[in-house]
T-cell receptor, first 114, second 116 residues
Framework: DAGVTQSPTHLIKTRGQQVTLRCSPK?????VSWYQQALGQGPQFIFQ???????QRGNFPDRFSGHQFPNYSSELNVNALLLGDSALYLC?????????????FGDGTRLSIL | AQKITQTQPGMFVQEKEAVTLDCTYD???????LFWYKQPSSGEMIFLIY??????QNATEGRYSLNFQKARKSANLVISASQLGDSAMYFC?????????????FGTGTRLLVSP
């Protein structure tokens, strides 16, 4: 039973560029959430997707956008990259109808902005 | 607004001893869930234990137990018989509400170091 998979593992970009991160949820999960974890901090919620729509959003600018596909996989896009976007980006999946079960996380994508 | 506070930046414990990691939370919601996750240096977040706000018994999962004191709004993680592999960052997180559209709010974490 495959868990949450994220790609790529590491990424280096320069300021002003854009980036796309990918996530495949755990088998049987239909909801995908994205988190940003800066060095030495706890993860911060970016947004959540269900049925291909953004359902909740955290306090992140519009430069951060996402998408969910019919197979439940998801992408996180960040435009006009800033140095402060350097972080570990975590994808988590869950089931919409299993409220009391935990979100399962992938290994993350480490994004470095030069 | 939801808030999770972890006041211990770092904790040290000897192998085979028990350790308690503190977590306090703030919410105005009656229905919420509390989670503990472990994050090794590799980066993945590993789920450890869950406590619902209406659960009357403290949650236990193997060597992990959660000391839930609702009136004090605390949800401390107790790890019994520490092992070297327990060395990692530990995060307390909260989910408000009972819908499926929920975000987790995390604390700043506690780094646990287990020595031989």
């Amino acid at each position: 039973d495959a868990g949450v998979t994220q790609s790529p593992t590491h990424l280096i970009k320069t300021r002003g560029q854009q980036v796309t991160l990918r996530c495949s949820p755990k088998s049987g999960h239909d909801t995908v959430s994205w988190y940003q974890q800066a060095l030495g901090q706890g993860p911060q919620f970016i947004f959540q997707y269900y049925e291909e729509e953004e359902r909740q959003r955290g306090n992140f600018p519009d430069r951060f956008s996402g998408h969910q596909f019919p197979n439940y996989s998801s992408e996180l896009n960040v435009n006009a990259l800033l140095l402060g976007d350097s972080a570990l980006y975590l994808c988590a999946s869950s089931r919409r109808d299993r409220v009391h079960q935990p979100q399962h996380f992938g290994d993350g994508t480490r994004l470095s902005i030069l | 607004a939801q808030k999770i506070t972890q006041t211990q930046p770092g904790m040290f414990v000897q192998e085979k001893e028990a350790v308690t990691l503190d977590c306090t939370y703030d919410t105005s919601d009656q229905s919420y869930g509390l989670f503990w996750y472990k994050q090794p240096s590799s980066g993945e977040m590993i789920f450890l234990i869950y406590q619902g706000s209406y659960d009357e018994q403290n949650a236990t999962e193997g060597r992990y137990s959660l000391n839930f004191q609702k009136a004090r709004k605390s949800a401390n993680l107790v790890i019994s018989a520490s092992q070297l592999g327990d060395s990692a960052m530990y995060f307390c997180a909260m989910r408000e509400g009972n819908t499926g559209f929920q975000k987790l709010v995390f604390g700043t974490g506690t780094r646990l170091l287990v020595s031989p």
